[in-house]
């Protein structure tokens, strides 16, 4: 059974950071690209990110370019983001998910998903 947990959500003011992690199972992780997507409350799913499943290559959406990273620990089945410059309209649920390219994966791809709210 394909399995993604996501952990490292929570509170932060605007101008903070916070790392998101995932951590995967049931597929051949060493060999899946992988994606980040956020969805704010009664809004649609963006897609933020994709690194392929060497960890080498990285692609981000223009509204997180430059203040977030994604990367990867293949031995240890962990994706990561990290989240720097956080600001209000970053509020939203962030899920990992199985990378689909740059495009917002299936909803059965993702995981359930970690909080993140930016207020002061």
């Known amino acids: 059974e394909v399995q993604l947990v996501e952990s490292g959500g929570g509170s932060v003011e605007p101008g903070g950071s916070l790392r998101l992690s995932c951590e995967a199972s049931g597929f051949i992780f060493g060999d899946t690209d992988m994606s980040w997507v956020r969805q704010a409350p009664g809004k649609g799913p963006e897609w933020l990110s994709l690194i392929n499943y060497r960890g080498d290559t990285t692609w981000y959406a223009e509204s997180v370019k430059g203040r977030f990273t994604v990367y990867r620990e293949n031995a240890m089945r962990m994706l990561y983001l990290q989240m720097n410059d956080l600001q209000p309209e970053d509020t939203a649920m962030y899920y990992c998910?199985?990378?689909?390219?740059?495009?917002?994966?299936?909803?059965?791809?993702w995981g359930q998903g970690t909080q993140v709210t930016v207020s002061p």
């Open positions: 998910s199985r990378g689909y390219s740059t495009y917002i994966p299936p909803r059965h791809y």
